[in-house]
T-cell receptor
Framework: DTGVSQDPRHKITKRGQNVTFRCDPI?????LYWYRQTLGQGPEFLTY????????KSRLLSDRFSAERPKGSFSTLEIQRTEQGDSAMYLC????????????FGDGTRLSIL | TQLLEQSPQFLSIQEGENLTVYCNSS?????LQWYRQEPGEGPVLLVT?????EVKKLKRLTFQFGDARKDSSLHITAAQPGDTGLYLC????????????FGSGTQLTVLP
């Protein structure tokens, strides 16, 4: 059973560096989501793709954040000039087409900014 | 301000006890989902409820969606240590079919 896969699982970097995370969704799912989760909180929506089109972006997604899904399969989330406040778990989820479909989550990338 | 308020935030009980976790909002949700999350892992879907007043059972877990679709509850009967985890409710606000809004979660610990 191939679920949602995220890489890397952990990333430690110095403040000011750029980082990129990858998400491979469930193959037959055309919808892909990115969330951010900080300790003691539920996930917060960042952005949503349907196939290769980025259709929604949260106000949480500052100019330093960019997400792509070039061929409608895997997605990348890049954070430029990282800040202390970027430390969090970054979760990817995917779902099939259809209304109110459940989202299937990967195990996330934990980012720590030194 | 959280759109979905969960209570209690923390719950520690003995094996065999029953418990209820609540998820409340002043907003109407088109559907609501419950997830369980373990440390270092992503949330895993337990159930989706769509209709106001709907009740769903999953073994020892009973989920209810409020009549007005603004609240939900999760009841666990005879809790076991394997039930330990972070329980999250999440919903689609009316008019939004893509963006899931999560509560802050209830951390449940079941002691043997």
């Amino acid at each position: 059973d191939t679920g949602v896969s995220q890489d890397p699982r952990h990333k430690i970097t110095k403040r000011g560096q750029n980082v990129t995370f990858r998400c491979d969704p469930i193959s037959e799912h055309n919808r892909l989501y990115w969330y951010r989760q900080t300790l003691g909180q539920g996930p917060e929506f960042l952005t949503y793709f349907q196939n290769e089109a980025q259709l929604e972006k949260s106000r949480l997604l500052s100019d330093r954040f960019s997400a792509e899904r070039p061929k409608g399969s895997f997605s990348t989330l890049e954070i430029q000039r990282t800040e202390q406040g970027d430390s969090a778990m970054y979760l990817c989820a995917s779902s099939p087409r259809g209304v109110y479909q459940p989202q299937h989550f990967g195990d996330g990338t934990r980012l720590s900014i030194l | 301000t959280q759109l979905l308020e969960q209570s209690p935030q923390f719950l520690s009980i003995q094996e065999g006890e029953n418990l209820t976790v609540y998820c409340n909002s002043s907003s109407v949700f088109s559907s609501l989902q419950w997830y369980r999350q373990e440390p270092g892992e992503g949330p895993v879907l337990l159930v989706t409820v769509v209709t106001g007043g709907e009740v769903k059972k999953l073994k020892r877990l009973t989920f209810q969606f409020g009549d007005a679709r603004k609240d939900s509850s999760l009841h666990i009967t005879a809790a076991q240590p394997g039930d330990t985890g972070l329980y999250l409710c999440a919903g689609f606000l009316s008019g939004s079919a893509r963006q899931l809004t999560f509560g802050s979660g209830t951390q449940l610990t079941v002691l043997p």
